[in-house]
């Protein structure tokens, strides 16, 4: 049966403790056997003997981490059925027993030791009297408490119990009646810890009281540090390597205040604009993106100068004085598209090779005029025809005679049958003069309306103008203009001045 009692305590031994410092009281509730010692023999052990049950309750005060006072109180039967005897009784018992718990509260399974003392009442009806109490001195025994939750727990213990009397068992003689109770039960922890910060470590176990709610602590109550680097994991950038208390528990290797996570150049101490990068020449820009890391330079240009301000750094400018306003080539020299020695922002002609003379600008007929404004590139001429070359004197007068001859019906735009052959011929001689221009003023007689005679005028100058146009001449080259009676020749009281003064003007220019 021992041995039998001995297993059954160790294989609960994953389970219980009794009450704690945060849950001081605690209330159970039990059953179990009694077994009897006295005069007639020994049943303590003895399987072979029959048991007797009880049930019982008990009330706890936690004092310390290894000792509580507890209160047990049961109501059953005792009694033996010996060969010499036997004996059967009602009992009812109450002790207060001091408890040393060997482990401390902390532990699942505590096994402890008690002692101290009650009384026996031998009656049905619980009622009192001197014959039939009996005073326990002492009640001592031992047991486990198996922690089933912070609440609950299961009790198996052990008491003895020794009376002061010797007689319940109808033979008074040389041994006092003892009786041991195995008992198993169900206990239940009450009370409250204080826990302030809510974290679920008592208060007067923790050592963070003001743990923000949420955060998981520790057994002492403060929260994890993973890289023991001093700053909380719910607080640390960095939880899995260890850094500084200032930048949140990450580390800053070249100690620039910069975390090492966010820091651009971890191995070098640069500064917070810059990513924690160096810039040796404070020009603005990090020495790793710098191409001229001791000169002061521009971002557009990688950190570099540019003395001369054409937009190419010093370090590739093959001509490092160009002036200002030039456009220049990936070497920072001025452009000069046509290679012929004259910059484009001085020649006047950029994609055409020409000379110094002529602003850059090519002649290619070589009378001096530039091609540009050589109204006659292929063919030489003179500057004061822009190029051209000088219409012959023939030409000039049969010009002048067919302006004579252009006639329009009586007041009216409309050309004469016979204009038209002038025309025509006019037409040859401009196709042979294509860089020439040509005017042609409309005039009238002052009879009838001025404005009628403006109008009719210049009527007259855009149906000549129209009929060259249709023969091949373009009209860039023509100036219709009616001057109507503003400009006469003759005199307009007689019929011969009106007749000279109804006329057309033609007039070449370049």
């Not at 072979?48 to 049930?55: I, K, M, P, Q, R």
């Not at 009694?79 to 059967?88: H, I, Q, V, Y």
């Not at 049969?398 to 252009?406: D, G, L, P």
């Amino acid at each position: 049966m021992k041995t039998l009692l001995l297993i059954a305590c160790l294989a609960l031994n994953l389970v219980c403790q009794a009450q704690t410092e945060d849950k001081k009281w605690n209330i159970g509730l039990h059953g179990g056997a009694t077994q009897y010692k006295g005069d007639l023999g020994n049943d303590f052990y003895n399987t072979s003997t029959a048991f007797h049950g009880f049930g019982a309750i008990s009330v706890s005060r936690f004092i310390s981490n290894h000792f509580d006072i507890n209160f047990l109180a049961t109501k059953g039967r005792v009694g033996a059925n010996k060969p010499s005897g036997k004996f059967s009784a009602n009992v009812s018992t109450a002790t207060l027993n001091f408890r040393f718990n060997i482990l401390s509260s902390q532990y699942i399974v505590r096994p402890y030791v008690y002692v101290g003392g009650g009384v026996m009442l031998f009656d049905r009806n619980l009622e009192v009297s001197k014959t039939k109490v009996d005073y326990v001195a002492p009640a001592f025994g031992g047991g486990l408490n198996f922690r089933l939750s912070s609440t609950v727990n299961l009790i198996l213990q052990e008491s003895f119990m020794y009376s002061t009397a010797d007689r319940r068992d109808g033979i008074i003689a040389n041994e006092n009646d003892a009786y041991l109770f195995h008992t198993a039960g169900i206990t239940f922890n009450f009370g409250h810890k204080k826990d302030e910060d809510k974290d679920g470590v008592a208060d007067r176990l923790d050592k963070c009281l003001n743990t923000p709610a949420g955060v998981a602590v520790n057994r002492k109550g403060c929260p994890f540090d993973k890289d023991m680097d001093g700053v909380a994991d719910y607080l640390d950038t960095c939880p899995e390597i260890a850094g500084s208390i200032a930048l949140s528990g990450c580390p800053d290797k070249d100690g620039d205040g910069i975390t090492d996570k966010d820091d651009s150049c971890p191995d070098e101490k640069g500064t917070v604009a810059l990513g924690g990068c160096p810039d040796k020449d404070g020009d603005g820009i990090a020495d790793k993106d710098d191409r001229c890391i001791d000169l002061a330079g521009s971002a557009a240009l990688k950190g570099c100068p540019d003395t001369d301000k054409d937009g190419v750094a010093d370090v590739d400018d093959k001509c490092s004085d160009t002036k200002s306003l030039y456009h220049v080539d990936a070497k920072g020299c001025p452009m000069d598209d046509d290679n012929d020695g004259i910059f484009n922002e001085d020649d006047a002609c950029p994609q055409k090779a020409g000379i110094t003379s002529l602003n850059g600008c090519p002649d290619t007929d070589g009378d001096g005029v530039a091609d540009n404004e050589d109204r006659c590139p292929a063919i030489r001429g003179t500057i004061n025809n822009k190029g051209c070359p000088e219409m012959a004197k023939a030409d000039i007068i049969r010009i002048t005679n067919i302006a004579s001859k252009i006639f329009f019906e009586t007041n009216s735009d409309k050309l004469k049958v016979a204009s038209l052959v002038q025309l025509d011929e006019l037409s040859e001689i401009l196709n042979r003069y294509e860089g020439a221009n040509l005017t042609i003023e409309g005039h009238t007689d002052s009879q009838g309306d001025d404005a009628f005679n403006l109008s009719l005028s210049q009527k007259r100058t855009d149906a000549v103008k129209t009929y060259l146009m249709g023969k091949g001449i373009f009209e860039s080259r023509l100036i219709a203009s009616g001057l109507g009676e503003s400009k006469p020749i003759g005199d307009n009281t007689t019929s011969i001045g009106r007749a000279k003064n109804r006329r057309v003007e033609l007039k070449t220019s370049y």
